[in-house]
Nanobody, 126 residues
C-alpha cells in the first residue's frame, strides 16, 4: 500500500515551466516504479513519463526534451519538471505507482499501476 499526493500544478503561459511533486506515504518510494499520467478533457488518460527505482526513465515522444521525471527515494517524492509548456500540455496530471517486483514501462508509460493520486491541474494558455 502507498498513498500518493500531487502538488505543483497551476496556470502558466506558453513557454513557461512548472515542477510537479508527488509525495508518497505509507511505504518506501524505493519499493515502487513510478509514473506520471495526464488526462485532457474529452481524451483518454495517457502516460507521460515513467521511472524505475534506479532512476532509469522513459518519456512519451511529445514531451521528450521538455519534461524531466526524477525521484528522491530518501524524501519519498516523485517530481516532474515541465519546461517549454504548450497549450496541448493542458491536462490533469496524476502520479501512479506499481510494485517494483512486477513493474514495466513502455514508451514512457508505466504499465498497469496499482496506485493513483488525486491529480493536479495544469493549464497552459497562449
Amino acid at each position: 500500500q502507498v498513498q500518493l499526493g500531487e502538488s505543483g500544478g497551476g496556470s502558466v503561459q506558453v513557454g513557461g515551466s512548472l515542477n510537479l511533486s508527488c509525495a508518497t506515504s505509507g511505504n518506501t518510494l524505493n519499493n515502487f516504479c513510478m509514473g506520471w499520467f495526464r488526462q485532457a478533457p474529452g481524451k483518454e488518460r495517457e502516460g507521460v513519463a515513467a521511472i524505475f527505482p534506479d532512476g532509469e526513465a522513459e518519456y512519451v515522444d511529445s514531451v521528450k526534451g521538455r519534461f524531466t521525471i526524477s525521484r528522491d527515494n530518501r524524501r519519498n517524492t516523485l517530481y516532474l519538471q515541465m519546461n517549454s509548456l504548450k497549450p496541448e500540455d493542458t491536462a490533469m496530471y496524476y502520479c501512479a505507482a506499481k510494485s517494483r517486483i512486477s513493474c514495466s514501462m513502455r514508451r514512457g508509460t508505466l504499465m498497469g499501476p496499482d496506485y493513483w493520486g488525486q491529480g493536479t491541474q495544469v493549464t497552459v494558455s497562449s
